[in-house]
């Protein structure tokens, strides 16, 4: 979810949003050469979260996250 947070700051960035986002890259520089592992499920887990009118221009926020066991595909 930091990079939904992030993307929520693009016109205005501060210098706490700066540093999250070096945060996040480092993260993926450091992972990249992880393997992602998905095992076949019967039932895939959702999960669905939204924020009504939060940004200044009364625009609203959603995320969904779609897991099959051990990795996530959405």
Not at 14 to 21: A, M, P, Q, R, S
Not at 32 to 52: A, F, G, H
Not at 56 to 69: E, K, Q
């Amino acid at each position: 979810m930091a990079v939904a947070f992030l993307y929520t700051r693009v016109k205005g960035p501060d210098t706490n949003n700066y540093k999250k986002l070096r945060k996040l890259m480092q993260y993926l520089r450091n992972t990249k050469n992880l393997t992602l592992m998905i095992e076949p499920s019967d039932e895939p887990q959702w999960w669905v979260d939204s924020s009504y009118a939060i940004h200044p221009d009364t625009m609203s926020h959603m995320g969904i996250y779609m897991t099959l066991r051990k990795g996530a595909i959405m």
